[in-house]
C-alpha cells in the first residue's frame, strides 16, 4: 500500500463565495505520483492512456485526490 506523505497541507479556502460549497484541490503529478509511491512519468502515461482520471491545465498535468483513491480501488477489485 502506498504511504501517504502530508508534504503539503491542505489549505482551507472559503469557496463559498464563488457558489463552491467544497472544492477539491487538485494536486499536480509530483504530489499525486507520491501518493500513489510511483513515478510522476508513469503517472503520467496512465493519464494519457485514460487508465486514471487527469487533466491537462496549461502543460502541466492535475489531478484528483478522490480519482486517485478511485482508481486505486478499481486495481484492488481486479486483482
Known sequence: MAQVVEKFPPRSVDNHSFGIPDFEPL???????????????TLQKLARRGEIHGSHVGKMWRFRASDLNAWLDRQERAS
Do not use: E, P, R, Y
Open 27 to 41: 494536486l499536480n503529478s509530483h504530489q499525486a505520483a507520491q501518493l500513489l509511491d510511483i513515478h510522476h512519468k
